[in-house]
């Protein structure tokens, strides 16, 4: 499976960025799919999970409100619209494939593909 992640960009505090994410290669009709985000220095932050099947949903608290995670089965592409941006958003953005399609999961470690990442800078 290959994922292809894009839509990170410079925008300022206030504003709003819509990442997306596409799936390719041999996907299983069910599997979860999730966001993540790294600042340099530090951990790779979950931030948002979807079922692809049934859509149930999970966010971290940092965004919760502000981002919402969804999905398009037909396209195997999964998006994360992020409004209200703040300045400590600003993080390289990863997503990821879980083929546990049965819980969408906050854990890195349980994913088993990964993007290769967009950066989101928010400008204050």
């Known amino acids: 499976v290959q994922l292809q992640a894009s839509g990170g960009g410079l925008v300022q505090a206030g504003g709003s960025l819509r990442l997306s994410c596409a799936a390719s290669?041999?996907?299983?009709?069910?599997?979860?799919m999730g966001w993540f985000r790294q600042v340099p220095g530090t951990e790779r932050d979950f931030i948002a999970a979807?079922?692809?099947?049934?859509?149930?949903?999970i966010y971290s608290d940092s965004v919760k409100g502000r981002f919402t995670i969804s999905r398009d089965n037909a396209k195997n592409t999964m998006f994360l619209q992020m409004n209200s941006l703040k300045p400590e958003d600003t993080a390289v953005y990863y997503c990821?494939?879980?083929?546990?399609?049965?819980?969408?999961?906050?854990?890195?470690?349980?994913?088993?593909?990964w993007g290769q990442g967009t950066l989101v800078t928010v400008s204050s």
């Open positions: 990821a494939l879980d083929t546990d399609g049965s819980r969408p999961s906050t854990r890195r470690h349980e994913y088993d593909a």
């Open positions: 290669g041999r996907t299983t009709r069910s599997y979860s």
């Open positions: 979807i079922t692809m099947i049934g859509g149930t949903t």
